[in-house]
């Protein structure tokens, strides 16, 4: 006799949902962090994204309008801030794959700022969305740093969904807080720094 | 008969080798951050200013073009990061007043944040320059913190030389770094918090 498993569908149906609401993986972490803030627990904010700026005019006293600038590739990751006195930073990835999060999806740059972070006493991360499974991962950037090295010496160039099933920590989506984040550091991360 | 005080000349000369040098305060203490990134001591990030973009050209494939957008005023500080596992957050300001700060010159949104960063177990500070000494401060929040209080509740809208003189901490200027302003943090505000 088979067995009645779950209808796969019903994942659909929540993602086409969230997608209706004009959500994204950065507005949920936005309203996330906006959360914290509200609440006073943490003061995290997203970087904006740095604009180089060729041309200014001045159609009016004191209103400057750009008028040419293009966008730059950010050095950095997308958010940082502080929680219970820790420096927090990590980006924020999105992977529509059922069986790994390609490396080239993580910029190298990326790497080498949160190994510099996690090397200077700061919590380095990321967040990582599997959207066909709508689950959300905290991945430690101890983690992501071994398959970087394994990769560039020659080892596969992902992350698989099992190793986010062994390694990382799922992060429920919820309504307020969308992408309780804390909640991983407080329960695994800052109790294994003492 | 007359003390001979040293010509205040001297510094107005040097303040004039520094512009002719091409350094700004803001410029000074990027290229400390530099320092301090390439010497493995701390990774702090002058967070890029803030545009509003309104329309985006596409001349080219992958090629997008600002077109028209607007500076748009930070929520928050400009300067943050880690050092030693403590979460840094910083602004700079500088005057030509021989005798204070106006606290007009730091927006009450900067102050707003510097508050929430300090409550959530950050290091939160002002470098204050004063151009006609050519005399660096680290301001420490609590103190800044204070005079705003005051200045709201009718009290005196600036913060004295004189007050810089006992309440916040002289950095000295120098080659490299240019403003060493992680050795206040070392010798008297990490002491303090244990």
């Known amino acids: 006799m088979a067995i009645n498993y779950p209808n796969p569908k019903k994942t659909t149906t929540k993602l086409i949902n969230r997608a209706n609401l004009g959500m994204t993986l950065e507005g949920d972490i936005e309203a996330t962090n906006q959360f914290y803030l509200d609440k006073q627990r943490a003061v995290i904010y997203k970087k904006p994204t740095p604009v180089q700026v060729v ?3 001045y ?3 004191n209103k400057a309008k750009i008028t040419e600038a ?7 990751t997308d958010f940082n801030g502080v929680y219970k006195g820790y420096y927090i930073d990590f980006d924020a990835k999105e992977t529509s794959s059922k069986t790994s999060i390609p ?4 910029p190298e740059h990326q790497i080498i700022h949160l190994k510099r972070i996690v ?3 700061g919590i380095g991360f990321m967040i990582v969305y599997f959207s ?7 991945l430690p950037f101890d983690v992501l740093y071994e398959h970087y090295l394994s990769s560039i010496n020659g080892g596969r160039k992902s992350i698989t969904y099992e190793t986010f099933k062994t390694l990382a920590y799922p992060i ?8 309780d984040y804390l909640k991983i550091i407080d329960d695994i991360i800052i109790p294994s720094l003492s």
């Open 119 to 121: 090397d200077a006493g």
């Open 59 to 61: 159609p009016a006293r």
């Open 103 to 106: 490396l080239k999806n993580i």
């Open 55 to 57: 041309t200014v005019s």
């Open 172 to 179: 429920k989506f919820g309504f307020n807080p969308r992408i």
């Open 70 to 76: 293009y966008y730059k590739t950010p050095s950095t």
């Open 132 to 138: 066909v499974y709508n689950e959300y991962y905290y």
